[in-house]
C-alpha cells in the first residue's frame, strides 16, 4: 500500500506533498487535523479549501467523517473562520470528499452537546451525527484509492478542490452574523456611495446596511440583479442593486437612493453566503441589532440587551411588589427601549408603550411587531426622553402622565443608557472626556445644580427627570449600584429620596459587550413614598 506503516504526521505531509502541491497544507487550524488553502490569499483573505480528518491504518470513512464533523462542532470552528467548500477524510489506503453544505445542517441541531470527545464512538452523540451522516455521504461522498483511482483524483482535486472557492454558499445564523458582518465592514462597506461622516449624525450606521443586504433572497444563484428585500420595514432596504431610505425616516421630502460603486466586489462577497439567514434565526438577528453597533455609539444610547433571564427575573419581582395582577392594572412605559426587548414577556399590549433615541430602532421594532411581537405599532415611537418636551409624547402617553391617578399606575420599566461625561479613560488618562454625551443634555442644564456630579451619567439624568417630572409613578430599572452609595452622588441621593422598594444584583458581565467586574442591579423604586436610601437586603 502507498502509505502503509507509517504514522499520522508523516501521512498528512505526504498527502499534502503528493497530491497538494500546488496548495499550502501547512496550516494549523485547531483541532482539525489537516487543512488546505491556496498559496495566495483572495480578497476575502485566508479562506480553507478543504477541512479533513487524518488516520493511519486502513478506517470506516462514516467514522472518520462524524470525527471530523464532532471536531468542528465542539470548537465551532465555522464560526471563527469561514468553512470551507470541502470536507475531507483519509488514512493510508483512501481519501474521500464531500461537500460542506450538504452536511452543514448537522451543525444546528437542537439541544447537542457537542463537548462529548470525538474519539469516542459510543456515545450516544457519536451514534446520532453517524446516523445522519451515513444518509449524507450515500448521496455526496466522493471516495479515491490512491493507487487504483490516481488519475481520477487529480481531476477531482484540479477541478474541485482547485476552484473550491466559487463551490460553497455558507448559511448565516445566529452565531456568525457578526462575523460576517466584520468582514463587510472591510468588503462591501468602502463601495457603498455615501458619506458615512453625514449619515452618522442622522444616526443612520453601517450596520443598517448590512442587515438591509442580509434581509434578501437571492433567489439561489450568483447573481444581485435578481435579489429582492425580504423585509420592507427595515430602516434601510436593498433595492435595486442598491439601497433605498424612506422619506419618513430621514424627514425628507423623497426617499434616498444610494448606490453600490463597486457592484463585482459586492457579488464577489455575498455569492459565498446563502441568504436570506436561516428562518429560526431571522427575529434574534433583527433583535440583536444592538451587537453590530459600534461600542461608543452603545455606550451613548445605551444599546446594551438585557438578557432574557433578567427580564424574567425583573418582570417577577415587578409582580411581587405590584401584585400579580399588575399587567392589568399598570401602564408601562419603557423609554430607553432599544430594539424593545426588556418588554419580551409582557402580555397587556395595549398599557405597554416604547419608546427610543433612533428611528431606525423604532423600524426595527416596527419590524417584530409584523412577526408577532406583541405591541402596539402606535405605542412605538421615536422619542429623545434627555432633550424633548413631553408634549412630542403620543396623546395616549401624554394623558397618562398629566393625569396624577394614572401617573400613579405607571410604572417606567427601563436599563438606561451609562455613558458618562467622565469615564474611566479620562481617569486614568487613556481617553477624553465625553464632553458631547452627557453635559450636552438639557435634562443635565434643568437639574446639574441639584443632582451634582453624579448628574454627569446619562442613567442619572433619566432617573431625575422621571423623579421630578413623572411624580407617583414607580421607576423599575437596571444601573449600577453607584446611586445607592457613590460618593459621587451624595447630591444625588439628596434630591432623589424615592423608596427603594426591592432590588436583585447581578454580575456586569452576565450582559453582552459590558466588561468589567462590576455588579449591575434591577431596582423598584416607588416614588409616591419619600425616604433618603440608608440600606435594604439585596437578593
Known amino acids: ?82 468553512p470551507p467548500a470541502f470536507l475531507g477524510a483519509f488514512d493510508f489506503r483512501k481519501i474521500a470528499f464531500v461537500s460542506y453544505i450538504s452536511v452543514q445542517d448537522i451543525f444546528y441541531m437542537n439541544d447537542f452537546n457537542w463537548n462529548v470527545p470525538p474519539s469516542n464512538h459510543e456515545t450516544k452523540e457519536f451514534k446520532l451525527v453517524k446516523e445522519r451522516i451515513e444518509a449524507v455521504l450515500k448521496q455526496n461522498t466522493y471516495v479515491y484509492d490512491y493507487q487504483k483511482d490516481e488519475k481520477e483524483l487529480k481531476i477531482f482535486i484540479a477541478n474541485n478542490i482547485a476552484k473550491a472557492t466559487e463551490a ?24 457603498i456611495d455615501v458619506n458615512w461622516d453625514d449619515l452618522k449624525k442622522a444616526n443612520i450606521l453601517d450596520s443598517d446596511f448590512y442587515l438591509a443586504d442580509l434581509f434578501v433572497d437571492d433567489k439561489d444563484t450568483q447573481k444581485i440583479d435578481d435579489d429582492l428585500t425580504i423585509r420592507d420595514n427595515l430602516f434601510v ?58 461600542q461608543d455609539i452603545r455606550e451613548r444610547k445605551g444599546a446594551f440587551f438585557t438578557p432574557f433571564k433578567w427580564v424574567e427575573l425583573s418582570q417577577k419581582y415587578l409582580a411581587d411588589v405590584l401584585g400579580q395582577n399588575w399587567q392589568e392594572e399598570y401602564f408601562i412605559w419603557d423609554c430607553a427601549a432599544g430594539t424593545g426587548n426588556l418588554l419580551a414577556g409582557l402580555t ?64 417606567i420599566y427601563i ?29 443635565y442644564e434643568k437639574y446639574r445644580n441639584k443632582i451634582g456630579i453624579g448628574g454627569r451619567e446619562l442613567f442619572a439624568q433619566f432617573f431625575a427627570r422621571i423623579y421630578a417630572e413623572i411624580p407617583y409613578s414607580v421607576l423599575a430599572e437596571f444601573s449600577k449600584l453607584k446611586i445607592l452609595q457613590a460618593p459621587n452622588f451624595s447630591d444625588f441621593r439628596g434630591f432623589f429620596r424615592a423608596k427603594l422598594e426591592k432590588f436583585f444584583v447581578v454580575p456586569a458581565d452576565t450582559f453582552d459587550n459590558v466588561k468589567g467586574k462590576f455588579p449591575i442591579g434591577f431596582f423598584i423604586w416607588n416614588t409616591s413614598e419619600k425616604e433618603e436610601f440608608i440600606e435594604l437586603k439585596s437578593d
Open 1 to 82: 500500500m502507498k502509505y502503509k506503516n507509517i504514522r499520522e504526521e508523516e501521512l498528512k505531509n505526504k498527502i499534502g506533498a503528493d497530491w497538494f502541491k500546488n496548495f499550502d497544507t501547512t496550516e494549523i487550524l485547531g483541532n482539525i487535523d489537516f487543512a488546505v488553502f491556496p498559496k495566495q490569499d483572495s480578497i476575502f483573505g485566508r479562506t480553507a479549501l478543504l477541512w479533513a480528518e487524518a488516520k493511519t491504518g486502513d478506517f470506516n470513512v462514516t467514522t472518520m467523517f462524524v470525527q471530523l464533523v464532532l471536531t468542528i462542532g465542539k470548537a465551532r470552528t465555522f464560526d471563527k473562520t469561514l
Open 168 to 191: 460553497s454558499k455558507i448559511k448565516i445564523d445566529k452565531n456568525n452574523f457578526i462575523p460576517i458582518y466584520l468582514r463587510w465592514l472591510e468588503i462591501v462597506k468602502p463601495t
Open 237 to 294: 432596504v436593498y433595492q435595486n442593486q442598491g439601497y433605498k431610505i424612506a422619506k419618513e425616516n430621514i424627514k425628507q421630502m423623497f426617499d434616498a437612493t444610494i448606490n453600490i460603486r463597486n457592484k463585482e466586489a459586492y457579488l464577489q462577497f455575498w455569492k459565498r453566503y446563502k441568504r436570506p439567514p436561516l428562518k429560526q434565526f431571522q427575529d434574534y438577528i433583527i433583535e440583536r441589532r444592538d451587537l453590530l453597533v459600534p
Open 348 to 411: 397587556n399590549k395595549y398599557n405597554i408603550w416604547a419608546s427610543t433615541l433612533d428611528q431606525a430602532d423604532v423600524k426595527v421594532m416596527h419590524e417584530r411587531i409584523e412577526h408577532g411581537a406583541n405591541l402596539l405599532e402606535s405605542h412605538v415611537f421615536q422619542f429623545d426622553f434627555l432633550n424633548d418636551d413631553f408634549t412630542k409624547l403620543p396623546q395616549g402617553l401624554q394623558d397618562i402622565i398629566n393625569d396624577e391617578n394614572k401617573r400613579r399606575k405607571l410604572v
Open 415 to 443: 436599563n438606561p443608557p451609562y455613558a458618562e461625561a467622565a469615564s474611566m479613560g479620562t481617569v486614568t488618562n487613556t481617553g477624553s472626556n465625553k464632553t458631547d454625551v452627557a453635559v450636552t443634555t438639557k435634562v
